[in-house]
């Protein structure tokens, strides 16, 4: 299709009047000369920040018909096949997935790795799944089950590849699924820093659970894919599939079918689509219409959308490219909560103990907004605090309140 093999820069964009965010252009082709067609082309949001990953695969008000449940696991199922069961596309008899409920994560809470002394956090999942797979050549009655746990990662975060593997394990046990039918799958959308993924296409992660240590293989390593995460590197794959190469991401018989290829290629926009930066809707790519996978023609018109650019994506662009995601940014940020976090505690324990807080003691957190839940979850986590009840928690809340250490 022309989705795949327009590179993405463009030129002679003329937008659509009445909707400023379809249009013409010409779109470069590859090749060994440079060559252009023309062809329609939308304007689509960047589909890997949380709001309009989550927005493609969940249903989401606002966006129409193509936002409804429907649709929305529609293309979760689509895109889950092509990449895992690719052999399914011409196949029809192979093993695939037939059927996908969402899981609700909202109370699932990890343990900190500090221990069970210490406050529970909320597990925040991108897309968590149950998916009903059709044995190979079996008849509909003969299935099984497999969960997975699908993230978007835009930054390179220290310790988050050892976040996606505790997920795993937080999942497994409040699930109540069996070991190795929960599966982590990562898109990882931006280039490696670690040496041993810097230029791998597809990598899988492995904790050893003794040293605590997370070492990296390839895929192909006979190593049982329950201790596994896989770990896809979008720039890597949109290269591979510019190129006209074979992408094979659970086994090397299996290559990426077309309809993965355009899947991953939309995930991947930015590394290969160019930006229309001179026009009203900011961060959005110029991307041909020319899809041949229905369900990636719903995702286009999800992020052709115009509610998809709304305050809380510009929010977040700012957030991610203003310097709040560095890894200088998080580690600073993880020292100041872990400071804050002592303090609150320290507080807590000498108010419960019927001690007077004082002025003194507040003063490195005056300025520092506390949020409710992060209260709440340092009091639970204060166990064998004498006189800890509810009365008392209230007592403390209107203390700090006093003191403008945290909003009504």
Same mark, same amino acid.
């Given at each position: ?23 013409? /252009? ?49 293309? #979760? ?25 969402? /899981?609700?994560?909202?109370? #699932? ?19 968590? /799944? ?62 490696? $820093? ?9 990598? $899988? ?5 003794? $040293? ?8 192909? =390593? =006979? ?85 998809? $650019? ?99």
């Amino acid at each position: 299709s022309l989705f795949l093999r327009a590179r993405g820069p463009y030129r002679n964009l003329q937008v659509d009047e009445d909707n400023p965010k379809n249009g013409q /252009c010409d779109f470069e082709i590859k090749g060994e000369e440079v060559s252009y067609v023309s062809g329609e082309c939308v304007l689509i949001a960047n589909p890997t920040y949380d709001l309009t990953f989550k927005s493609l695969f969940t249903p989401s008000d606002g966006l129409g018909e193509w936002g409804d449940q429907e649709h929305a696991l529609g293309r #979760l199922k689509s895109l889950l096949n092509s990449i895992i069961y690719p052999e399914f596309e011409k196949k029809s008899d192979s093993e695939h997935i037939i059927k996908v409920e969402l /899981c609700d994560t909202e109370s #699932l809470k990890m343990e900190n790795d500090k221990g069970a002394g210490q406050a529970l956090r909320v597990l925040r999942c991108d897309i968590v /799944c149950k998916c009903t797979i059709q044995k190979k050549n079996q008849r509909q009655s003969e299935v099984f089950f497999i969960y997975f746990d699908i993230e978007m990662q835009r930054a390179d975060v220290p310790g988050r590849i050892r976040d996606f593997l505790n997920y795993r394990k937080t999942l497994q046990k409040k699930l109540n699924v069996e070991e190795d039918s929960m599966k982590v799958i990562a898109f990882l959308n931006y280039e490696h $820093t670690f040496p041993s993924v810097a230029n791998a296409m597809l990598v $899988t992660a492995i904790e050893d659970q003794e $040293t605590g240590s997370i070492s990296f293989v390839d895929p192909s =390593s =006979s190593i049982m894919l329950k201790d596994l995460s896989k770990l896809i590197s979008l720039p890597s794959i949109v290269r591979k599939i510019n190129e006209g190469n074979a992408v094979q991401i659970m086994s090397k018989s299996q290559s990426l079918n077309e309809n993965g290829k355009e899947w991953l290629k939309l995930l991947g926009v930015q590394w290969w689509a160019q930006e229309a930066k001179d026009k009203e809707e900011n961060h959005r790519y110029v991307v041909p219409v020319g899809v041949g996978c229905e369900e990636v023609k719903g995702a286009l018109m999800i992020l052709n959308h115009k509610g998809i $650019t709304d305050e809380a994506l510009q929010e977040e662009y700012e957030r991610i490219f203003g310097g709040e995601a560095t890894a200088r940014a998080f580690e600073r940020r993880g020292r100041e909560e872990g400071e804050k976090r002592k303090m609150i505690e320290m507080l807590m324990k000498n108010f419960i103990k019927g001690r007077a807080i004082d002025d003194d003691d507040v003063e490195e957190i005056r300025k520092k907004s506390l949020d409710g839940a992060f209260v709440r979850g340092i009091w639970e986590s204060l166990n064998n605090a004498a006189n800890k009840t509810e009365e008392n928690y209230e007592a403390f809340l209107r203390e700090l309140r006093v003191r403008n250490l945290m909003a009504e």
